[in-house]
């Protein structure tokens, strides 16, 4: 079972929208940070944007402006509303969480991913 579940990827014209989310699909005793990463063909991996569990947030200077990520700790959820998109963005989009047990064991968890492509 893939501990997180990201949807809402797809294709879109630049300067278009999309909204991406990723849920938990498994309980955990805390989430610290989560956030979005993304890697295009060819390139390393990279990250878009992070949220601690207090809100204090993260963005890469190339979607500053553009991009919003914001959490619902209740739900275990994580969004990136992705405004004025460019040809650049095309990418697969991961979200990730930092964890810790009851016992302050970290862990570091990994969605499928979803594809972003933005074209005309």
């Given at each position: ?18 909204r991406l989310s990723c849920a938990a699909s498994r309980s ?37 402006g553009r991009f919003t990520i914001s959490r619902d700790n ?47």
């Open positions: 079972q893939v501990p997180l579940v990201e949807s809402g990827g797809g294709l879109v014209q630049p300067g278009g929208s999309l955990f005793f805390r989430i610290n940070s989560m956030g979005w990463y993304r890697q295009a063909p060819g390139k390393q991996r990279e990250l878009v944007a992070g949220i601690a569990s207090g809100g204090t947030t993260v963005y890469a200077d190339s979607v500053t209740a739900k275990n959820t994580v969004y990136l509303q992705m405004n004025s998109l460019k040809p650049e963005d095309t990418a697969v989009y991961y979200c990730n969480a930092d964890t810790r047990t009851s016992y302050g064991t970290r862990g570091e968890y990994w969605g499928q991913g979803t594809q972003v492509t933005v074209s005309s």
